[in-house]
């Protein structure tokens, strides 16, 4: 008997040790091993430890977002799954929601909030003779990311005082999105004006790394400004308007 509370005592010291170790491990020393496996995603001046870090930057394929704060929850690790409340600040983007990854590699965002300047967005678009101007908001309610690939997803992006400058100047107004998880795995989406002087109707589709946008845009009432940068964007129909056809693919970012 006493050499098995011998043992037992030993085993609960050990496993109060390793927890300790665990709940004190540095944040820095984690990321070393985890930097290679990140891809893009680039992190600088880390501190703290992996349960409540510290990121002083944090940079995706190079541009450079802010500092990163995150909290680790401990129950969900019992199922096999990192779940953090992870906040993005000091930037040019500002960010915060609920990350987590599961053992498969699945990663899934939710209740995310996410605001940035407009010009971020410019690769996805490709009107280089453009600059776009205003802030993106964007609302996840839900995303799910495999094989750095999203497969599910609901939200709205609201793109606040949109405008154009460069070879062209013009007010936008207010422009909306919004989008989902299709009946056949695809992620689609619709964004329109709210009443501003560009007209838009437009449709996207995300898929197998892949997305296509269509829009259709106008000047309401003809207002010059916009009808002078829709000279560079798409292509010019008979009835006066302008057809944007957009085909790219994603960047992996792991």
């Known amino acids: 008997m006493k050499t098995l509370r011998r043992l037992l005592v030993l085993l609960l010291v050990l496993v109060a ?7 004190t491990c540095p944040a820095r020393l984690a990321w070393n091993r985890l930097a290679d496996r990140a891809g893009a995603i680039r992190l600088g001046g880390v501190s ?46 500002t960010a915060s929601g609920t990350v987590e990854r599961a053992a498969n590699g699945a990663v899934r965002v939710a209740n995310a909030k996410i605001q940035m300047p407009a010009s971020l967005a410019a690769p996805a678009l490709d009107i280089p003779m453009l600059q776009l101007l ?5 609302d996840i309610a839900q995303l799910r990311v495999q094989g750095a690939w999203p497969t599910a997803a609901q939200g709205e992006i609201h793109w606040r005082n949109a405008a154009v400058a460069g070879a062209a100047q013009a007010s936008l107004g207010d422009l909306q999105a919004q989008f989902a998880t299709a009946a056949d795995g ?4 619709n964004a329109h004006d709210l009443g501003g002087p560009l007209q838009l109707d437009g449709t996207f589709k995300i898929d197998a790394g892949g997305y296509d946008v269509r829009a259709v845009l106008g ?10 940068a829709l000279r560079y964007i798409g292509q010019p129909q008979g009835d006066g308007t302008t057809l944007l056809l957009i085909h790219g693919k994603f960047l992996r970012l792991f």
């Open 134 to 138: 205003g802030t993106l908001e964007i």
């Open 186 to 189: 695809s992620i689609t989406g």
């Open 219 to 228: 000047a309401r009432d003809g207002n010059p400004q916009v009808l002078d």
């Open 48 to 93: 703290g430890t992996i349960w409540n870090g510290h990121a002083a930057t944090a940079s995706l394929f190079g541009n450079e977002l802010g500092a990163l704060d995150w909290q680790l929850a401990p129950l969900p690790l019992l199922r096999g799954v990192a779940s953090a409340r992870a906040s993005l600040h000091g930037g040019p983007a």
């Open 17 to 23: 040790l390793v927890a300790i170790g665990v709940a």
